[in-house]
Each structure stands twice: as C-alpha cells, then as structure tokens.
C-alpha cells in the first residue's frame, strides 16, 4: 500500500512538472530570448492560458502526500521552511506577473510584469532542482550536534546555506554546490522544455533560432549530467546502489538518456509533438531516477544517530491509505480527463487566442 | 516557546483572512452566475448571458487570487504546523487531498472552459461548464468545512500511543454533526457576500448613469439574493451552529456570548458590552434577560453554564477577540436583513432606482459582508482555543518544533508586504473589470 501512494504521488508530482515545467522554461526562454513586443506578448500567452490549471497538480501532489505520508510531509515543509515559503512567494509573482501583464498598454507597466515572470520562472525552476538535490544528499535529521538531537529523528531544520556551501559538511545548508548543480540541471531541462513548448503551441519569430538554442542548452545539459554523476558518487557512495542490486531500475535513467539524445537531433525532428515528448522524458526520467536511487528511502539522515525516512516509517494507518485508494483511483480518472478535456480544448497554435480576459 | 506560537498563529491568522476574501466571493457568485445563464437559457435575452460572462470575468479575477493565496495555505500546515501535520495528517489530510483531487481541479478546469469556449460548444454545454464551476467551487468548501468541522468536533479516530490520530472510519468524516450546519451556514454567508458586491455593482452604474440597463439588473438580483441569503445565513443555520456550539464546546458558548456568570434562572442575552477581563464582567452592558435560554433551548429558564463553570486553561486563550468576532458578525448579520429587506420594499413599489439614499448606502455597504464573514471564521477558530482539535490537541501542542520565531517572523512580514502589493493589484483590475462594466466589446 505504501509503495502504492509513494508510486501515486510521485506520479501526479512529476505530471506538475511536465506541466507547470513547460510554462517555468517558456517563462526562463522568455527572459533571455525574446526581445520583440509580439514575441513576448504570445510567450507570456502560452504561458498564461494554463499555469493556474497546470498549478492544481501541485495542490493535488500536496493533498496526497499530506494524506498518505504526515510525518514526511511535516518533516520536510517545516525542515525546508524558508525556501519553501520563498517558493510561494515566487509563485505569487510568477503569476501577477502573468495575469497583469496585458491590462495595461503602455510599456514601462508590460517590462515590469515581463521581468516578474521570466526572473520567478528562472528562480522557481533553480530551486525545485535544489529541492530535489536536498532530497538525494540527505539532511542532518534530528539536527545532531557532537551526538546530541536538538529535536526528535524526524525533525530538523535546514539554514539556506552554510559558509562553507559544502554538501559533505556535517550541517548543509539547502544551498551547496551539490544541489546548485541540480539546480542548474533543473533550469536547462526546463529551458529546453520551455523552448519545445513555445515552438510547438506559438509562432513566434523565434522559433526557428530557439531550435537551435535547444541543440546548445543539451550540451549544456549532457555535461551538467556527467558532473552531477561524478559528484553525486563523492557526495554520497552509495548513490548508486539500488541501480546495482535492482537492475530494472535502471528503466529510469535510460528513459533520461533517450529523451537526451534525441533532443541532439532537434532541428531534424519534424513534428514539434516529438521533440515535447522528448524533454517530456528527460523531466520524467530526471525526476525518476532520483527518486529511484535512494528508493524506499525518501529523506536520507547524514548522520549515524538517526534513522532515514522511509515509506514506511512516515506513512499514514493502513485502513487511512486502504480508504484513500478507492476514492483517490476514482479521483485520479478525473484528473486525467479534464486535463485531456482542456487541452484539447485549447489544442493548436495559440497566437490568436482571447488572453487577459 | 509563547513568541513562537504568537507569530505562527499570527501567520497563518493574516495569510488565511486574506485568502478568505477571494472564496468567499467565488462560491456565491457561481450561484448567481448559474441563475443568470439559466435565465437566458430560458429567454434567450442576450443581457443576462452577458451578465453572466461579466461576473465570470470577475469570479476569474478572484480565482486567481484564491489559487496563489490558497497554496501556502496547504503548505502551512507542514511549514509552520508540523506537529499538528504529522499527528492528525492521517485523517485531515484525507479531506484537504479530497479538495485538492475533486473540487479544485473541477473549478479550475471548467472555469478554463467557461471563459474560452462558449463559441466552441454551444449554450447549453456552456452552461453546464458554469454549472461544473459551482459545483466544484462549493465542494471545495464542503471538503474544507468537513476539515474544520473535524477539528471542531473529532470523530472517527483513535489515538495511537504515540500520540498520534488515525482515522478508523471514513464516512463519520461526512456524517460528522457539525459539518452540515456549519457548511450551510458558510455557503449562505458566501451568497450574502457576492449579493452584496452584485447589488453595489448595480448601484454604481445607476447612480452613475452608466451601464444603467444593466446596473437595475445587478441590483434587483442582488437584491433578491441578498435578502434570502441574509435570512437563510441568520435561520436556520446561524441558529443550529449556535445550538452546536452550546452542545460540544459550552465553554465557548459562554465566552462568545459574553457570559461570565452562571444565572440559575435562565441566561441573558448580551447585545452591548466590554468584556473586562480583569474583573470578570462585561462593562456598560445592555442585555435581555432569559432570551439566550429560550433561543439555544426553547425553554426560559433553561440555566446555561457561564464563564466561572470552567477551568481557565479550558476556555478561549482570548476571550474578548472572540466576543466581539461574534457580535460583530450577528451585529452586522442583523443590519444586512434590514437594509435588504427594505430594498426589496421599494424594488416591490418600483421605486428602488430613484431612492439615491438607499443606493448609496447599498454601493458602501459591499466591505460589511467580507467583514462578517471575517468575523463568523473567527468565532468558530478563536472559540476553539485553546486547542487544534477540540479537547485533544493544544495549539502548543501542534507547532514546528524546530522552526524558530526568527524565522517565522521574517516570513510573516514578507507575506504582508507581498499580500499589501496583490491586494492593490487586484482592486485595480477588479477595478478596471467593473468601469468596462458587461457591455460587449464591438469589433
């Protein structure tokens, strides 16, 4: 039942993040790339029809996860306290930025709105990558100090950095420059899946130089990769464990290869559906196979004192999670067609659509 | 340890306040928004699906706000409340997966399709979408008020020996008695609020003389909608909540009714006064002898426990705060009937539009509403002090343990310069939505 709702939250968790992913790369595209008014004006568009709908997946990833794993939930929110409220804070102004932009005419008002989007786009993709970077390294549960456990093993709290920025100290903060380079690799995947986005749904003037933006940001990404994989052995030596004793797992990181390699050969690929798909599967693959290599784990303890967070050791009762099975498939079916309802809905090329109501 | 719990509560107090203005309106206004495409299903006069599609414009405006000040809700409970999270999440978390899962997602996709696709599918899908948007608005609301409802009144748990509560049966969830009063009574105050802000709508453009065809509509309806809404908020639903008050938690029916002194032959009730906490009585009060007695139990000389039947460390931490929350609400909730009421007399005698009085003091009364709404939540949270869940867990009990007030007062002031900014922001487009006003654009 437990690996039923982590596998059901991780699921919702990663569609947020092929959705809500796609208008954070459009807005990071948007910040450096587009430099004509009709350009901006129909990226912000592309954005802008769907973020808030794209957004509930979020809350709905929230509301499981809540529902099936409490201690997990109330370990992490209250651990990584100030950069998830600064995550919400950087949620609001993406949004005003999207929603103010077309109600007024003159400039001055549209740059402002332009600068919140693309600037909270970038920031929100930095730290969701820094977040997932935390996740793998494992925190200093119980915040021990020479042996000593400030609070219980499931709690502890996270400064946003420490002086050092060293993930292998014995305090981390949340930023090091172990989880900076997750960080970055979350901002070029995005950036990528923003461009894809943006060529595929627009017709913007920049559609055929973002392709080859796509081929530059890949490289980018493919050494990005590697660095993280050499570091992630030196951060923590066991990181690839589960991969050696669970060879199917390695599904995961081969589905991260395909979309990588394929997207190499972007200017090729004649159906702009395709090259979506592509960094659809690097998202998916990313997200994966970080999960999968500390897997049942979900929050490693760096320190000897206390035990990791598990699936099992922070879930909710049996009948709790029997009961939410019935109604969260029936809800899940939901999800699923109203998403496909809308899409199709708001299907094509959206350049001449209604937008700032 | 008292610092740190004063700005958690204070924080989620500020941020959930603001956030209450935008549902609010959103769940009344679906309501109107049906009835307004209804009627022009049935009649095929072109003004009401505009009126429909103009307070969609504005519903959507609110919606938005109510997303991004709706998420650090969710978040909250883990950030600043994790104790609380991680002991009752089994159960709570149930309801607020529900909201998240069914009504939030109905709301925003359909909205999405209310908004874009009346051209697309027709007027009777059309309306159906509009349908689909108040039925998961007011969902939503039926999840969250079965959350608060369980934290009011707990049911179908057990607690574990570490402390913690799981759920052993689901459906008390939904049967729980508090929730139905108490979701009634909350939905009817919504409809009070966008009635009010339709009617003020409606008496700007008449006193105004613009929009004016338009502005009778908005004001008639409001009207209508109003005085029903105001009637049904204060009976029978205030008066069941007030019975369940009385009931699960009688320490609180005697803080909020300002009762601190048992009277062995049956209680007052309390119109004006000041609670003076330090010698335990209401000052320069003015109360009708054995009414409360005869309201909450339809018997006269029914005694009702006071203050002094209770230990001090069982009763709201704040006492006064939680008086005047609810005379405030009932106080406000009076006047609302009044003014309603005569409105619909003159609308009746076909004189409303030409008493300039009555219609500004209609245009100026639209604050109220949100106010005792305002209020009315923190009656039922003030007055479930000093606990979470209700005679289970304290609100001591329920903080993060490892965040610190630093921390926690940082954020608390980010989030008022950052909700300062989105609520200038927003009475500027809802602003700018009303002065286009519904007339269609000609292309």
């Known amino acids: ?357 | 340890m008292e610092d740190m719990i004063f700005y958690d509560r204070l924080q989620f107090a500020f941020t959930i306040t603001f956030h209450y203005i935008f549902p609010q309106l959103t769940m009344g206004l679906s309501l109107m928004i049906v009835y307004f495409k209804w009627k022009f299903l049935r009649t095929q006069i072109e003004k009401y699906n505009n009126a429909a599609k103009f307070f969609m414009k504005i519903f959507a405006i609110n919606f938005t706000m109510g997303v991004v000040t709706g998420i650090p809700m969710e978040f909250q409970f883990g950030t600043n409340w994790a104790k609380f999270s991680e002991l009752t999440g089994g159960i709570i978390g149930q309801t607020l997966a529900m909201e998240g899962m069914f009504s939030f997602f109905l709301e925003s996709s359909f909205l999405a399709l209310f908004i874009f696709g009346e051209k697309l599918m027709g007027q009777k899908l059309h309306f159906l979408t509009g349908f689909l948007v108040f039925l998961g608005s007011w969902a939503s609301g039926w999840f969250i008020l079965a959350t608060n409802a369980w934290m009011q009144h707990p049911v179908g748990y057990e607690i574990l020996e570490n402390g913690k509560f799981v759920l052993n049966n689901f459906s008390d969830l939904f049967t729980n008695p508090w929730l139905l009063p108490a979701f009634l009574h909350n939905q009817m105050a919504s409809v009070v609020t966008s009635a009010f802000v339709m009617a003020s709508i409606g008496a700007f453009y008449i006193l105004r003389d613009k929009h004016s065809e338009y502005g009778r509509l908005f004001l008639k309806t409001g009207v209508v909608f109003g005085l029903i809404s105001s009637v049904l908020v204060a009976f029978p639903t205030g008066d069941w909540n007030a019975k369940n008050v009385a009931k699960y938690q009688p320490g609180t029916f005697a803080a909020m009714e300002g009762i601190f002194e048992t009277e062995e032959a049956g209680a007052e009730i309390v119109l004006i006064g000041q609670p003076n906490m330090v010698e335990k009585k209401l000052d320069n009060k003015i109360a009708v002898p054995n009414i409360l007695s005869f309201l909450t139990y339809q018997e006269w000389h029914k005694q009702i426990p006071g203050m002094d039947q209770f230990d001090e460390d069982e009763l709201p931490d704040n006492i006064p705060a939680l008086y005047y929350s609810y005379h405030i609400m009932v106080g406000l909730g009076t006047i609302f009937i009044g003014v309603m009421a005569l409105a619909l007399f003159f609308l009746w005698k076909d004189k409303l539009y030409n008493i300039k009085p009555l219609l500004w003091t209609i245009m100026f009364l639209v604050p109220f509403p949100y106010i005792a709404n305002i209020t009315g939540w923190y009656t039922a949270e003030l007055g479930r002090q000093p606990y979470l869940v209700y005679g289970l867990l304290r609100t001591s009990e329920g903080v993060s343990p490892n965040v610190s007030s630093g921390n926690t007062l940082f954020t608390l002031l980010g989030f008022v310069g950052l909700y300062m900014l989105l609520g200038l922001l927003f009475l500027i487009l809802v602003g700018k939505t009303i002065n286009q006003g519904p007339t269609p654009k000609s292309h």
């Open chain 1, 1 to 357: 039942m437990e690996i039923f709702w982590y596998s059901a939250v991780g699921l919702v968790l990663t569609i947020f993040f092929i959705l809500d992913g796609y208008d954070f790369g459009a807005g990071i595209i948007h910040l450096f790339f587009a430099k004509k008014e009709k350009d901006k004006e129909v990226i912000t568009k592309s954005a802008g029809l769907f973020w808030d709908s794209n957004e509930v997946w979020l809350v709905a990833a929230g509301g499981m996860l809540f529902m099936a794993f409490p201690t997990f939930y109330a370990s992490v929110f209250s651990g990584f306290y100030l950069p998830l409220i600064i995550v919400l804070w950087l949620i609001v102004f993406r949004a005003i930025g999207l929603e103010f932009r077309g109600q007024f005419k003159f400039q001055m008002w549209k740059d402002i709105w332009d600068k919140s989007f693309g600037v909270s786009s970038l920031l929100l993709a930095l730290f969701f990558g820094i977040a997932l970077g935390n996740i793998v390294r494992g925190v200093n549960l119980g915040s021990v100090e020479n042996g000593v456990s400030a609070h219980e093993g499931h709690y502890f709290f996270l400064p946003l950095w420490n002086s050092s920025f060293s993930p292998l100290s014995d305090h981390p903060g949340v930023i090091d420059w172990f989880t900076i380079i997750i960080g970055l690799i979350a901002v070029v995947t995005l950036a990528i899946h923003g461009a894809n986005w943006i060529i595929l749904k627009t017709n913007s003037s920049i559609n055929n130089k973002l392709k080859g933006v796509i081929f530059k940001l890949n490289i980018v990404l493919a050494a990005l990769t590697i660095i993280s994989l050499i570091v992630w052995q030196w951060v923590n030596p066991n990181a690839l464990d589960n991969f050696i004793h669970k060879p199917y797992l390695l599904v995961f990181p081969i589905i991260y290869l395909a979309g990588l390699i394929g997207l190499f050969f972007r200017k090729k690929i004649k159906k702009d559906a395709h090259a979506f798909m592509l960094s659809t599967l690097i998202i998916m693959g990313g997200i994966s196979s970080s999960l999968a290599s500390i897997f049942p784990v979900i929050l490693p303890s760096i320190n000897d004192v206390h035990e990791h967070l598990t699936i099992y050791n922070t879930s909710a009762s049996e009948y709790g999670l029997s009961v939410a099975l019935i109604w969260g498939i029936i809800g899940f079916i939901l999800l699923v067609i109203y998403a496909i309802v809308q899409k199709r809905l708001l299907g094509g090329k959206i350049d001449d659509m209604d937008y700032g109501h």
